[in-house]
């Protein structure tokens, strides 16, 4: 399984976001090129402690089951819904959210599991270093297929 720790997974990840312009289109959903930059930095500040987020009762409920199956299937649906708190409505410096989200990998690289701060997903619950490393990687991946690279 792939995971954002892994040097060529990492990599791959940072060759893909480098393939994107400011003329990048959605293949499906709503979020532009700059909006989709700045969504995927959200999960990673919540991983690194950046940016806090308390569970509610359908994680409680269901989390650990959507975990494994989101894992087994490696993926999300198109038009997945999207947490209120990484939904961007403005628009974004294209380049300025490049940087950051490359820069938020490279650290991810650099750190490895270090970079996690937290053993608990907000909806999933208990998370493990390597389900922390595929989940990043997974969101990743599909944004960057959203957006054709």
């Known amino acids: 399984m792939k995971d954002i720790f892994n040097p060529q997974d990492n990599l791959d990840i940072a060759q893909r ?3 994107l ?3 990048s289109k959605p293949l499906w959903g709503k979020m ?3 909006q989709m930059l700045v969504h995927c930095q959200k999960p990673i500040e919540v991983m690194t402690g950046k940016l806090p987020l308390k569970g509610g009762l ?3 409920l269901f989390g650990k089951m959507a975990k494994n199956n989101f894992l087994k299937m490696r993926g999300f649906g198109k038009n997945a819904p999207t947490h209120p708190l990484f939904r961007v409505k403005n628009e974004p410096d294209f380049e300025t959210e490049k940087q950051q989200l490359l820069a938020m990998v490279a650290t991810l690289g ?3 599991t270090n970079s996690i701060a937290i053993d608990k997903h907000p909806f999933f619950g ?3 270093h390597e389900e922390w490393g595929s989940l990043m990687y997974i969101h990743l991946d599909h944004h960057l297929q959203q957006f054709g690279v």
């Open 126 to 128: 208990r998370m493990t």
């Open 21 to 23: 312009t400011t003329e």
């Open 58 to 60: 359908l994680g409680f």
């Open 17 to 19: 976001l480098g393939q």
């Open 32 to 34: 532009t090129v700059s």
């Open 110 to 112: 650099e750190l490895g």
